[in-house]
C-alpha cells in the first residue's frame, strides 16, 4: 500500500510562485508513474503535468506549459510541482497521484494511489 501526502498548498498573489511536495510512504515510487491533477470549484479534474515510471519525457497541460515544472526525487520517494507566475484560474484543490502500469499519463482512472490534495488559491 503507499500513502500520498501532499503540502505546500496556501493563498498567493497572481503572479507569485508555490511550491507544491508529494511525499510518498509504504512504497518506492521510482517504478510508479506519478502525476498532478487539479480540480477547481464546479468544474472537471484535469490534467496538470505527469511522468512515466522510467523517467524520461514530462507532460504539463498547455494551460501551466512554460509556467509549471514537475520532478521527482526518488532518493526521498518525493515528487515536487513547482509553480511560477500564479494566474486565479490556477485555484484548485491540486492532487497527487501514482500508478503502476499507466498507459496514459492524463487519465486519473489508471492511477492507483492519490493523495488527500492540497489548496492552491491565487487572489487577483
Known amino acids: 500500500q503507499v500513502q500520498l501526502v501532499e503540502s505546500g498548498g496556501g493563498l498567493v498573489q497572481a503572479g507569485g510562485s508555490l511550491t507544491l511536495s508529494c511525499a510518498a510512504s509504504g512504497r518506492t515510487l521510482s517504478s510508479y508513474a506519478m502525476a498532478w491533477f487539479r480540480q477547481a470549484p464546479g468544474k472537471e479534474r484535469e490534467f496538470v503535468s505527469g511522468?512515466?515510471?522510467?523517467?524520461?519525457?514530462?507532460y504539463y497541460a498547455d494551460s501551466v506549459k512554460g509556467r509549471f515544472t514537475l520532478s521527482r526525487d526518488n532518493d526521498k520517494n518525493t515528487m515536487y510541482l513547482q509553480m511560477n507566475s500564479l494566474k486565479p484560474e490556477d485555484t484548485a484543490v491540486y492532487s497527487c497521484?501514482?500508478?503502476?502500469?499507466?498507459?496514459?499519463?492524463?487519465?486519473?482512472?489508471?492511477?492507483?494511489?492519490w493523495g488527500q490534495g492540497a489548496q492552491v488559491t491565487v487572489s487577483s
Open positions: 511522468r512515466g515510471w522510467s523517467g524520461g519525457t514530462t
Open positions: 497521484v501514482a500508478g503502476w502500469g499507466v498507459q496514459t499519463l492524463h487519465h486519473y482512472s489508471e492511477y492507483d494511489y
